[in-house]
């Protein structure tokens, strides 16, 4: 069903919106213009903590909020513009005194409490490289990463030190300090790892950052591909340019805002607008601790008189699951701008925004590598639901056509200009958040580009009216709850079990989460496809991977589709577990008689 396009009205906000709807609006943008809108350090130089923490601490902003806590038991805790760059300050010192140096990795497994934030704005401000890890990781991809990352320090607690890295430390030779958030300075900590609050205790909380070069690395965060290991997208300091900009653009934030990001700051919208985007703007950033909870959000939106908020689709499908009551229950009045990111939004939800919230929802793009928001329905913009919006100023984005390989790499690339047609997303290096390596992995870093154009791997069309429409992915990753899974990470986890021969694993559509985790396994010979197994295999998925990567479905099957030159056809089982009919070409099939029996297993 097509939805009517929302047209707005100037009297539909109650700022005046930084980016205009007229193609005046974006006149005379250039990303040296966005970079004017920073200081730059002192002494030369770009940092992004300077940017966020210390030039407003310096200012009239020292006193104001810059970070509320809200804690899981009810706690609180303001940092206030001052009190961050002290203790960021004290951080750097805490790095300095471990003898850390410039470019080396600071890796942090913790939830979202503020030593997390606290540790990432010192760690760039020391020259270091800042490695959030998702809280929810079991020991595997938390091996790999500090082990392709070759993280130096990890900053954690207790608990996820015992439970998912005490096990690991012979196999991660770089890993020298584990700092606990969570003794106190003088409690007793397990064997190998220090207090934090010990080391804090005695820095001093003065520090001057050193220049670093717009280009020094300053954030790494992994992200799944289809195949191999996890890639660690490198970051560079000028990406706060990137981060400022689209929060003036596609977030509209103005100074008096309270500005609550949903996202962990373990996925890359975490860091670039959980942590970086609104201390680079001044404002009041919410941070809450607790997991997702209907009651408790509309709390915190109505208490802490929340005026933007981004959040995910999958987060307002659980809530437009819970009726339109609660939110007009609560009141609202504050918030006067909401946006979305992740995955796709559902036109009903856009809709849902309306009537729930008083507000529609934007939808923008963007993903790891891009490292910041591209393509946005923004605050003065008419929305079309279902529509991801139009490029923001200073990104060119286009269509290209793909041959049964992907983006043929021999001729140039061929745009496509019908409105409506089908190709892959790409965009034209030059914004400042673009990645700038796969960690230890040129090769696969090379093959993003083509003729000048960045691949996204993702599927769209652009309307005549440059409206881009998110199809799909290109690969075969999957999106669960707006985090992006490798299907070979959770392939390779259950081939440990003694009685997996071997698994495919794909994204089965699921209407809250988006895609769930399914894997179809082959067993070992001698093991018996019952009940009891398949729960030892979930459990040993969720042990392994942690419950965010862990399949969430586990069918037996006697045989996978397989090419002749031996890969898992993931296509073939995706489109089975859509309910959809095989039109894929199976001429490639190496066993065609596993077709029926797969689909009875779906
Ligand atoms: P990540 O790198 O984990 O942030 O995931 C990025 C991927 O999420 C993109 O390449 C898309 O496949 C998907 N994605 C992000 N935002 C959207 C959106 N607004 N609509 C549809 N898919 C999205």
Redesign the pocket.
Known sequence: MAYATIHKQPQDWRVSPNLGAGPDARAGFTWDVARSWLDGLPDGGLNIAHEAVDRHAAGPLADHVAIRWLGKGGEREDLTYADLRRRTNRFARVLEGLGLRRGEVVFALAGRVPDLYVAALGTVKAGCVFCPLFSAFGPEPVRQRLAIGEGRVLLTTRTAYARKVAALRPSLPHLEHVLLIDVGPDDATPEGTVSLAALMASASDEYTIAPTDPETPALLHF?SGTTGTPKGAVHVHDAVVMHHATGRFALDLHPDDVFWCTADPG???GTSYGIITPLTHGVTSIVDEADFDAERWYRILRDEHVTVWYTAPTAVRRLMRLGDELAREVDLSALRFVAS?????NPEAVIWGVTALGLPIH??????ETGGIMIANTIAADIKPGS?GRPLPGVEAAVVRRGPQGVPRDRPVELVTQPGAEGELVLRPGWPSMFRGYLHDDERYRRCFVDGWYL???LATQDADGFFW?LG?ADDVI?SSG??IGPFEVESALLEHPAVAEAGVIGKPDPLAGEIVKAFVVLARGFTPDATLERELIGFGRSRLGAAVAPRELTFVEDLPHTRSGKIMRRLLRSMAKGEEVTQDTSTLENPAILDQLKQGI
């Open positions: 992200t996925w890359v919208t990111v992740g995955e796709p939004l939808d923008n793009w963007w993903q790891t991801m996204t791997g993702d998110f992915r999106k985090h992006l």
